[in-house]
């Protein structure tokens, strides 16, 4: 099955395909996140 989510942060956004697994699944099921952000580098961190 082929599950595309599109995630925005500020000014930027891409298209990602879901992996199948039931992590992906869980995470898939509450979407949309809408979530206040922290950054470490170049990596993202949000709360689900």
Same mark, same amino acid.
């Given at each position: 099955?082929?599950? #595309? !989510?599109?995630?925005?942060?500020?000014? &930027?956004?891409?298209?990602?395909?879901?992996?199948?697994? #039931? !992590?992906?699944?869980?995470?898939?099921? &509450?979407?949309?996140?809408?979530?206040?952000?922290?950054?470490?580098?170049?990596?993202?961190?949000?709360? &689900?």
């Amino acid at each position: 099955m082929n599950h #595309r !989510v599109r995630i925005t942060a500020g000014g &930027v956004s891409l298209e990602a395909e879901r992996e199948d697994n #039931r !992590v992906a699944q869980a995470i898939w099921d &509450v979407l949309p996140v809408e979530q206040s952000s922290s950054t470490w580098g170049d990596e993202i961190y949000f709360p &689900v």
